[in-house]
T-cell receptor
Framework: DQQVKQNSPSLSVQEGRISILNCDYT??????FLWYKKYPAEGPTFLIS?????DKNEDGRFTVFLNKSAKHLSLHIVPSQPGDSAVYFC?????????????FGTGTRLTVIP | DAGITQSPRHKVTETGTPVTLRCHQT?????MYWYRQDPGHGLRLIHY???????DKGEVSDGYSVSRSKTEDFLLTLESATSSQTSVYFC????????????FGSGTRLTVV
């Protein structure tokens, strides 16, 4: 049963425009959310995270928004660049419960068109 | 990634044979994890370790065993490989656990024929 869902398998965006990647979760015990970026033949690399006590976190061109009531988070990339083309995974954990697992979504493949 | 290596990078094996994948870290992190990545499922936790000789099961542990005899090495063994275990396997390390600060290796692509 998928506790973290990414309903859009792919997204194409023009260079310079905004990319918005969405993620929904079902477990109300999740208290920490992350986005990972993955290039082919490489492992996922950490991009940005947000704690459940916040509703926004920003790091350069990347911003993550968290809506706890809707159990929804999104990643905004502005402006999008061709090097951002990759698969993006949303992940969530219930770290404060002592659980030791990151639950991942199925990923969204972002293509930034030059 | 720097500090974590997986071997082999690619392996083809026959159904019914045992297979061992190795994860090696140089970061001295306490926590180590094995995930598998499959289309339509994302990454799913197989087993993890919270110290030398301390391991626990993840959500898809059936058919897999692990061992950690040293801080730096975490081995994943498929006791008797099946075609359903064809996948890409990722090792991850973390200093604090709890879903924080994971660093992933580059993965091992395993094909069971």
């Amino acid at each position: 049963d998928q506790q973290v869902k990414q309903n859009s398998p792919s997204l194409s965006v023009q260079e310079g425009r905004i990319s918005i990647l969405n993620c929904d979760y079902t477990n109300s015990m999740f208290d920490y959310f992350l986005w990972y970026k993955k290039y082919p033949a490489e492992g996922p690399t950490f991009l940005i995270s947000i704690s459940s006590i916040k509703d926004k976190n920003e790091d350069g061109r990347f911003t993550v928004f968290l809506n706890k009531s809707a159990k929804h988070l999104s990643l905004h990339i502005v402006p999008s660049q061709p090097g951002d083309s990759a698969v993006y995974f949303c992940a969530a954990s219930a770290g404060q419960t002592g659980a030791n697992n990151l639950f991942f979504g199925t990923g969204t493949r972002l293509t930034v068109i030059p | 990634d720097a500090g974590i290596t997986q071997s082999p990078r690619h392996k083809v094996t026959e159904t019914g044979t045992p297979v061992t994948l190795r994860c090696h870290q140089t970061e001295n992190h306490r926590y180590m994890y094995w995930y598998r990545q499959d289309p339509g499922h994302g990454l799913r936790l197989i087993h993890y370790s919270y110290g030398v000789k301390d391991t626990d099961k993840g959500e898809v542990s059936d058919g897999y065993s692990v061992s950690r005899s040293k801080t730096e090495d975490f081995l994943l063994t498929l006791e008797s490989a099946t075609s359903s275990q064809t996948s890409v396997y990722f090792c991850a390390i973390s200093e604090s656990g709890g879903g924080y600060g994971y660093t992933f290796g580059s993965g091992t692509r395993l094909t069971v024929v």
